[in-house]
């Protein structure tokens, strides 16, 4: 769960190639994400990936990307709340 929180840190302070996206390599960007989309045991992790992939592209002012963002976040949260 602290890999999302990471990114977002990381694109805050200029350590990516790109302000805004969580990896130095473009390349990186699936194994990232991967392990979020494998089931409901993720779904806490996925919902605060989605929410501080909103939060990056939010804050390097691509509006297009936070809104998809947003609108994967709570699907993710659903999911979460069916596991309780």
Known sequence: ???PQLGLIRSLRGL???F???NDEPVRRGP???PFVK???FALPACWY???KL???FFAGDYASAVDASS???AAALDVTILF
């Open 72 to 74: 994967m976040a709570p």
């Open 16 to 18: 990516t190639l790109k």
């Open 50 to 52: 989605w929410i501080r």
């Open 32 to 34: 990232v994400r991967a």
């Open 39 to 41: 089931g409901p045991v």
């Open 1 to 3: 769960m602290i890999t």
């Open 20 to 22: 805004g996206c969580f």
């Open 55 to 57: 939060q990056a592209r």
